[in-house]
Nanobody
Framework: QVQLVESGGGLVLAGGSLRLSCAASGKWFSLNAMGWYRQAPGKQRELVVTITSAGRTDYADSVKGRFTISRDNAKNTVYLQMNSLKPEDTAVYYC???????????????WGQGSQVTVSS
């Protein structure tokens, strides 16, 4: 069984910072991309940023220059440092991991429980 456990999040004033963490546990053949998605009330879930096992990143334009993703492959953990937060960043943030359970299995997506981030003006 694969589990993604998130921590961090909370309430912050506009311009402030927050840090999210997500630790993956369980058994798999390969842990590939990890990342963060978010879903605001009444909106679809959207990509925030992903990072491959080699460290290649892909940021949404809306967070470039403000958010930074990092990954500790030894700990199977991904972090999201969020700076200069804006009210429009308010959402539930979900950690994502794309992995193969075995050498012959297809890639599957796994999700964390979600972390509320609220940015007050």
């Amino acid at each position: 069984q694969v589990q993604l456990v998130e921590s961090g999040g909370g309430l912050v004033l506009a311009g402030g910072s927050l840090r999210l963490s997500c630790a993956a546990s369980g058994k798999w053949f390969s842990l590939n991309a990890m990342g963060w998605y978010r879903q605001a009330p009444g909106k679809q879930r959207e990509l925030v940023v992903t990072i491959t096992s080699a460290g290649r990143t892909d940021y949404a334009d809306s967070v470039k220059g403000r958010f930074t993703i990092s990954r500790d492959n030894a700990k199977n953990t991904v972090y999201l440092q969020m700076n200069s937060l804006k009210p429009e960043d308010t959402a539930v943030y979900y950690c994502n991991a794309r992995l193969r359970r075995s050498a012959f299995a297809k890639e599957d997506d796994y999700w964390g429980q979600g972390s509320q981030v609220t940015v007050s003006s």
